[in-house]
T-cell receptor, first 114, second 111 residues
């Protein structure tokens, strides 16, 4: 199973872009990168995912390097409500069988400062 | 509208007394997951179902069991809870290729 590595914590000023890095150097060709966040005492919330190309939705942008060994989640205009733990996850899918895992990395605590 | 529902939100059980946590979904997803999350740690996958096929993680203790009687429901049984089993238990669902949807979790206290 591919593992992910993230910084333990980051700070960001309110209104500025938050750039959260993730290393997944052992990722396989058919594994997706997913990002979730978890606000204290709540269930994780899906943010975005991608395979090779950069992706953007209403919440964030995902930049994946060409070799797919790392990615960056970008929150374009961070607000205080974006303070949370952000998890970078590699989706393990066994198309030939019945396993379909979602393994969490260590996560980054993003603190948005006023 | 809640799509993955976990009951109860808070559960207190006695040391060694069996306890069951439940999860239901309205999404008709074929994959259901159970995670354990201890304080200040990332969620740890215990096991997951792909339809009726049960997939146990190698390091999940035998004390933890699961049942999935139908597509909508999944249960986590802790046969003899110890103090170290106190945690938040998260249920999630997905299809084979969509993102996973998480419930709000059940916080288990063992006394």
């Amino acid at each position: 199973d591919a593992k992910t590595t993230q910084p333990t914590s980051m700070d960001c000023a309110e209104g500025r872009a938050a750039n959260l890095p993730c290393n997944h150097s052992t990722i396989s060709g058919n594994e997706y990168v997913y990002w979730y966040r978890q606000i204290h005492s709540q269930g994780p919330q899906y943010i975005i995912h991608g395979l090779k190309n950069n992706e953007t939705n209403e919440m964030a942008s995902l930049i994946i390097t060409e070799d797919r060994k790392s990615s960056t989640l970008i929150l374009p205009h961070a607000t205080l409500r974006d303070t949370a733990v952000y998890y970078c996850i590699v989706r393990v899918v066994n198309y030939g069988g019945a396993t379909n895992k979602l393994i969490f990395g260590t996560g980054t605590l993003l603190a948005v400062q006023p | 509208d809640a799509m993955v529902i976990q009951n109860p939100r808070y559960q207190v059980t006695q040391f060694g007394k069996p306890v069951t946590l439940s999860c239901s979904q309205t999404l008709n997803h074929n994959v259901m997951y159970w995670y354990q999350q201890k304080s200040s740690q990332a969620p740890k996958l215990l096991f997951h179902y792909y339809d009726k096929d049960f997939n146990n993680e190698a390091d999940t203790p035998d004390n933890f069991q699961s049942r999935r009687p139908n597509t909508s429901f999944c249960f986590l049984d802790i046969r003899s809870p110890g103090l170290g089993d106190a945690a938040m238990y998260l249920c999630a669902t997905s299809s084979r290729t969509t993102e996973a949807f998480f419930g709000q979790g059940t916080r288990l206290t063992v006394v």
